[in-house]
Nanobody, 115 residues
Framework: QVQLVESGGGLVQPGGSLRLSCTASGKSVSIYTTSWYRQAPGKQRELVASITSVNSTTYGESEKDRFTISRDNAKNTVYLQINSLKPEDTAKYYC?????????WGQGTQITVSA
């Protein structure tokens, strides 16, 4: 089973940018679809973006213009670039690799957007 570690979160001012990383070990994630999700306090976890093994990307409805998902197979890492951050982007961000029927989750990285 693959292991996933997210990083790159933090405290950022509105309008700022962050790049999250999801680094895999144990398996190459290049052959699997990998997704980013987020969960804000008191809300359900929601899909942010996905990238397939052939680099086809899909995004949640509210993130198409500000979020970019990409992968670096040599580093076994999937990235999520987030621009023009808003307070409502405050959440814990998780990556998930669809290496099994139910997929594998990372532990998450927190983004807090505040002035």
């Amino acid at each position: 089973q693959v292991q996933l570690v997210e990083s790159g979160g933090g405290l950022v001012q509105p309008g700022g940018s962050l790049r999250l990383s999801c680094t895999a070990s144990g398996k190459s994630v290049s052959i699997y679809t990998t997704s980013w999700y987020r969960q804000a306090p008191g809300k359900q976890r929601e899909l942010v973006a996905s990238i397939t093994s052939v680099n086809s990307t899909t995004y949640g409805e509210s993130e198409k213009d500000r979020f970019t998902i990409s992968r670096d197979n040599a580093k076994n890492t999937v990235y999520l670039q987030i621009n023009s951050l808003k307070p409502e982007d405050t959440a814990k961000y998780y990556c998930k690799a669809w290496d099994t029927l139910y997929g594998t989750w990372g532990q998450g990285t927190q983004i807090t957007v505040s002035a």
